[in-house]
């Protein structure tokens, strides 16, 4: 169930609002990447936001969703739309179609092009979800996770040569009672072509951190 999942749902609301504080580093620094961003885009670019997995937007902030027209959130959970809605007032559109294909059997990453064919003449921004994937993936039987990977970044290599694209998500997790064993998301072949890239700490819990990648077109 989305409510229930171990990449969302309720467990992460909870998370996020008992963390908050410990979290302020890392959505500051979010929000000055992602403003710095919209800075060099064309006007006529801010027109149409679509959110991919944003949840209910604890790492996005009101200055950078206020500068643009129209708000798309693509996001599974229903309570994380509203929570999101409430945060922002923004009028956002939910659309709840699996893009990634995470629901088929095998799923098929070549399904994500259908959403930059649905939203043309958009601002694409993926809400670390992109290093999520494996998470879930990896709870599936019979699924190649690291196939799905390498098809899912020639997917994006392509696509992003044609569309005004951004992306924040997990490099690698740890455990800091296990500061040298680190679970790979494997999203470092993603976006290999991409040359506007930084890396910062996410401090999740008082134990866990994620290192996330940020690109940007």
């Known amino acids: 169930m989305v409510l229930l999942n171990n990449t969302g749902g309720l467990k992460y609301h909870l998370r996020a609002f ?25 006007l006529n670019k801010r027109q149409t936001l679509v959110l991919i997995g944003p949840n209910a937007g604890y790492t996005l902030s009101q200055s950078f969703i206020s500068q643009f027209r129209n708000i798309i959130v693509i996001e599974p959970d229903p309570l994380a739309y509203a929570m999101f809605e409430a945060r922002f007032h923004c009028g956002a559109r939910l659309v709840r179609q ?11 990453p070549e399904k994500l092009r259908g959403l930059f064919l649905a939203f043309p003449n958009s601002v694409f921004l993926f ?23 390498r ?7 392509e696509e ?22 680190f ?11 991409v040359k506007d890239k930084k890396e910062f700490p996410w401090r999740l ?3 866990e951190e994620h290192q996330i990648e940020f690109v940007r077109s």
Not at 133 to 146: F, H, S, Y
């Open 18 to 42: 008992w963390h908050r504080k410990r979290w302020r580093p890392f959505c500051e620094f979010v929000e000055i990447w992602l403003n710095d961003w919209v800075k060099d885009l064309d």
């Open 127 to 149: 809400c670390n979800v992109l290093g999520q994937l494996p998470v879930i993936l990896r709870e599936k039987k019979g699924v190649n996770v690291e196939d799905y990977m």
């Open 205 to 207: 819990t008082r134990l």
């Open 183 to 193: 679970i790979d998301h494997l999203t470092g072949e993603l976006f290999t072509d």
């Open 160 to 181: 992003i040569k044609h569309h005004c694209m951004a992306s924040y998500h997990d490099r690698y997790s740890r455990n800091l009672k296990k500061p040298n064993e």
């Open 98 to 108: 699996d893009y990634f294909s995470l629901s088929d059997n095998p799923p098929n």
């Open 151 to 157: 098809r899912l970044a020639k997917v994006l290599h």
